[in-house]
């Protein structure tokens, strides 16, 4: 089976290519994912950091000694620094995904990053003050872990984000940890922490672009699968099965009030002769010429489909019989004043019309209207060619 998809941890390797607007696609999908995953992470940090003043901060700024007072000063500074991000970094966000459809994936990035990046360095200069009441580093890690998880960061941001948190942890480490035993410990279990979030950053961020980008491929092919279901492959206009299909689902009514429905047949004359003298590449050139005419001068919601050799079907609506006869009749001179040179002939081409009308959109009433439709080009065929007839 051929290989169709390649991915490797640290690089996104696509053999099959994306268009500029798939990969901006893909970066919006990436940065509504990230902002609605912050605004999660941003409110719950909120409250978890609010009760942490409330249960914590604040009582012991009250009760504790005035000498080690100063410590929880600064908790609560650091804390209430933290809370202030996270709700400037929610009210933005909340606005972007509230009301702003055409954002900048750029800007968002920007705020996604500064914002995470801030609250970081916060936490991690939390994780310094730990160092004086408890000697641990649980702040740091478990933060920096969880948001390479969480957040989709594009590379080379990640690197940018969790050097500068991890550059901050080795600071606050050698200023606030005076035990060496203490301080290699934290600075070897703090840089397992960076190298973690950093490969588990990149393999978030990447895993879910290759994700994302299989996708978008399987929907595209999807996409020219049924196209190639729906529509003839020569002529680009609806093919027999989906006509059909867009018949059951019809409603003339709703789309042109106060009309009636006709089916019509529009058949080449002597398509068998063009092709058995000049070809079947001159053959095919003439469908495609007569598809675009009878394309071009019908109503947007009228139906067209090449039904089969050189026989074409539409469905028009109008709301006389006069008024389809003279629609039929100006398709029927286009058709005939289209000439085209071919080697030192010049080919002419004519069609056949034969019309009925339809009171009802259904299958059974269609196949009796399609019949005397038929019949009706029969007649004109009988007459002359080159002709409308009507049932």
Same mark, same amino acid.
């Given at each position: 089976?051929?290989?169709?998809?390649?991915?490797?941890?640290?690089?996104?390797?696509?053999?099959?290519?994306?268009?500029?607007?798939?990969?901006?696609?893909?970066?919006?999908?990436?940065?509504?994912?990230?902002?609605?995953?912050?605004?999660?992470?941003?409110?719950?940090?909120?409250?978890?950091?609010?009760?942490?003043?409330?249960?914590?901060?604040?009582?012991?700024?009250?009760?504790?000694?005035?000498?080690?007072?100063?410590?929880?000063?600064?908790?609560?500074?650091?804390?209430?620094?933290?809370?202030?991000?996270?709700?400037?970094?929610?009210?933005?966000?909340?606005?972007?995904?509230? =009301?702003? #459809?055409?954002?900048?994936? %750029? $800007?968002?990035?920007?705020?996604? +990053?500064?914002? &995470?990046?801030? !609250?970081?360095?916060?936490?991690?200069?939390?994780?310094?003050?730990?160092?004086?009441?408890?000697?641990?580093?649980?702040?740091?890690?478990?933060?920096?872990?969880?948001?390479?998880?969480?957040?989709?960061?594009?590379?080379?941001?990640?690197?940018?984000?969790?050097?500068?948190?991890?550059?901050?942890?080795?600071?606050?480490?050698?200023?606030?940890?005076?035990?060496?035993?203490?301080?290699?410990?934290?600075?070897?279990?703090?840089?397992?922490?960076?190298?973690?979030?950093?490969?588990?950053?990149?393999?978030?961020?990447?895993?879910?672009?290759?994700?994302?980008?299989?996708?978008? =491929?399987? #929907?595209?092919?999807?996409? %020219? $699968?049924?196209?190639?279901?729906? +529509?003839?492959? &020569?002529?680009? !206009?609806?093919?027999?099965?989906?006509?059909?299909?867009?018949?059951?689902?019809?409603?003339?009514?709703?789309?042109?009030?106060?009309?009636?429905?006709?089916?019509?047949?529009?058949?080449?004359?002597?398509?068998?002769?063009?092709?058995?003298?000049?070809?079947?590449?001159?053959?095919?050139?003439?469908?495609?010429?007569?598809?675009?005419?009878?394309?071009?001068?019908?109503?947007?919601?009228?139906?067209?489909?090449?039904?089969?050799?050189?026989?074409?079907?539409?469905?028009?609506?109008?709301?006389?019989?006069?008024?389809?006869?003279?629609?039929?009749?100006?398709?029927?001179?286009?058709?005939?004043?289209?000439?085209?040179?071919?080697?030192?002939?010049?080919?002419?081409?004519?069609?056949?019309?034969? !019309?009925?009308?339809?009171?009802?959109?259904?299958?059974?009433?269609?196949?009796?209207?399609?019949?005397?439709?038929?019949?009706?080009?029969?007649?004109?065929?009988?007459?002359?060619?080159?002709?409308?007839?009507?049932?």
């Amino acid at each position: 089976m051929a290989k169709i998809f390649d991915f490797d941890i640290f690089n996104l390797k696509n053999d099959i290519e994306l268009t500029n607007k798939q990969r901006a696609d893909i970066d919006k999908d990436v940065a509504i994912t990230n902002m609605k995953r912050l605004r999660i992470g941003l409110s719950i940090t909120a409250i978890m950091e609010m009760l942490l003043v409330l249960a914590y901060d604040l009582p012991r700024i009250e009760n504790i000694t005035p000498s080690t007072r100063g410590i929880y000063i600064y908790y609560l500074l650091l804390h209430s620094l933290i809370i202030l991000v996270c709700l400037l970094g929610f009210t933005l966000i909340n606005t972007w995904l509230n =009301k702003n #459809k055409t954002f900048s994936i %750029k $800007l968002i990035e920007r705020v996604i +990053y500064s914002t &995470l990046g801030v !609250i970081l360095v916060l936490l991690t200069l939390i994780s310094g003050l730990d160092q004086i009441t408890t000697g641990q580093i649980l702040v740091f890690g478990i933060n920096i872990i969880f948001s390479g998880l969480v957040i989709l960061i594009k590379p080379p941001y990640e690197n940018v984000i969790y050097t500068t948190t991890f550059i901050t942890f080795i600071i606050v480490m050698i200023i606030f940890q005076h035990s060496w035993n203490i301080l290699i410990s934290n600075l070897v279990n703090g840089s397992f922490f960076f190298v973690s979030a950093l490969f588990l950053s990149k393999f978030m961020h990447n895993n879910q672009v290759a994700h994302l980008a299989k996708n978008i =491929k399987l #929907k595209d092919v999807n996409r %020219k $699968l049924q196209y190639l279901s729906d +529509y003839d492959y &020569l002529t680009g !206009i609806p093919n027999r099965r989906y006509f059909m299909k867009q018949l059951k689902d019809f409603d003339y009514n709703k789309k042109c009030p106060n009309t009636r429905s006709y089916v019509v047949i529009a058949d080449i004359d002597y398509f068998k002769n063009i092709n058995d003298t000049y070809g079947h590449l001159i053959g095919d050139y003439v469908l495609k010429a007569i598809a675009v005419i009878l394309k071009n001068n019908i109503k947007e919601q009228d139906l067209l489909a090449r039904f089969g050799g050189e026989e074409f079907l539409i469905l028009l609506s109008t709301k006389t019989l006069e008024e389809t006869k003279v629609i039929c009749e100006n398709l029927r001179s286009l058709i005939e004043q289209y000439a085209f040179n071919f080697e030192k002939d010049i080919i002419k081409i004519t069609a056949s019309f034969g !019309i009925c009308s339809i009171d009802n959109i259904s299958e059974v009433d269609f196949g009796k209207a399609y019949s005397h439709a038929d019949k009706a080009l029969y007649e004109a065929k009988r007459t002359g060619r080159n002709k409308v007839c009507i049932f």
